[in-house]
């Protein structure tokens, strides 16, 4: 699919300044010749996409709406992530299971999120796996990268929520996406829990790492002819 | 040790008003009463309860009101330490589930230690355990575990509201963990790892009531 890129020419990044643990490089090299291409010095497998774009963010004056926009903007993401690998159907067993129920998670954050931003809320991008979706292999490795970037990402956000109604919701996913996290990562056969403490991620590193995926193909204000390819 | 004469209920941090037990989630009632059919019975632990501390009513974030609810995760940690311990010393477990011990275990040991260390004087005393025959087989002891994470996630999300961001930055370093446990044990008893799209947060009055509907905690 030939996709209109973001902000000029992302730089790729070697997939272990994803890898907090190690745990995807390990599952890489089980992976044989997959496992190559996933360690190659120009994969930019994973972690995704997140960049907001300025023109929704400048609009936004709240803080904490701010914060919950940029929350939404990883849920689209993800939830597109998901819902793509449902509907291009390449998964079968637990990994079809997984994605078939954080999809359905994922797609529910959306909603609260967008529901208590009502009309302040950022639209949805577009995106382009790139064909990961497509692919076991690849879509377990991403599946956790996202779900362990997504609980340090609300991490490092949730102390900073004003509002107590958000941060109760904003913690309430934020143990969901810890699920997610050991959930992928035992199908992965990587440790569900590797460490006594999750640490948070800040905001400008988690987008330079979703941008770095280019999953996020266009801006939502793009003026695209097209409907966009995912809806999850 | 007189730690009865100690032991008030921690009602003191439950009339959090974000605390939705489970309003929201019918199922979870009926999972747990399930849970403590299965697994629980047989637990006796005196004296989790936090004893001596003032009846704060929940309001603001303080730095008293973080001692309280730091206290009550500190007890909730050495449950959970001590029954990992007791289980690694009791179950005959073996392949994940012996995994799942030794590593779990390992991260209660250092939330509590954590906890400790950011209380100093203020650490309530430990409570007297005194755990019974949940240990006798892994399927009981996975259902108990299980039980005891939930209520884990679900109190710890439940006093989101009532910390300091300092003291919300600690805990949810600690959260995220407790969920990826529930998960992982989830995962081991063949359920569902992440059963609905928002996790539960409960009040401390509701994690006792779980807590001893499993026997895990008396009073």
Known sequence: MTAERLGGAPGRIPLDALDRDGALTESAERLGSRGEFLRGGAVSIAVGALALPGAARAATHNADEDILNYALSLEYLQAAFYTEAERVGALSGRLAEQARVVGSHERAHVEALQSLLGGRAIKRPRFDFQGVTENPAQFRQTAVAFEDLGTAAYKAEAPKIQNAEYLAAAVRIHSVEARHAAWIRRVAGSVPAPDAFDEPKARPRVERLVASTEFVVADPVTRTSSEPRFTG | ?219
Do not use: C
């Not at chain 2, 206290?71 to 392949?95: I, K, M, P, V």
């Not at chain 2, 969920?179 to 994690?207: K, L, T």
């Open chain 2, 1 to 219: 040790m007189a730690f009865q004469n100690r032991r008030i209920t921690i009602e003191t941090v439950g009339g959090a008003s974000q605390a939705q037990p489970d309003a929201r989630d019918p199922g979870a009632g009926a999972e747990f009463r399930r849970r403590a059919l299965f697994g629980g019975a047989g637990i006796l632990i005196g004296g989790i309860l936090i004893g001596g501390l003032p009846r704060l009513a929940v309001s603001a974030p303080s730095a008293a009101q973080d001692t309280e609810v730091l206290n009550f995760a500190l007890q909730l940690e050495r449950l959970q330490e001590a029954f990992y311990a007791e289980a690694e010393d009791s179950l005959a477990a073996t392949g994940e589930l012996s995994e799942y011990i030794r590593v779990v275990g390992a991260h209660e040991r250092a939330h509590r230690e954590l906890i400790e260390k950011a209380l100093g004087g203020d650490a309530v005393p430990a409570p007297e355990l005194d755990f019974g025959d949940v240990f006798a087989s892994p399927e009981s002891f996975i259902d108990a575990a299980v039980a005891l994470e939930e209520t884990a996630v679900a109190a710890y999300n439940g006093q989101a509201t009532n910390l300091t961001p300092e003291a919300l930055a600690t805990a949810a370093r600690i959260a995220s963990v407790e969920a990826r446990h529930a998960s992982w044990a989830r995962g081991i008893a063949g359920e569902a790892p992440a059963p609905r799209g928002s996790d539960r947060a409960i009040g401390a009055a509701r994690a006792q009531t779980e807590l001893a509907e499993l026997g895990l905690v008396t009073g």
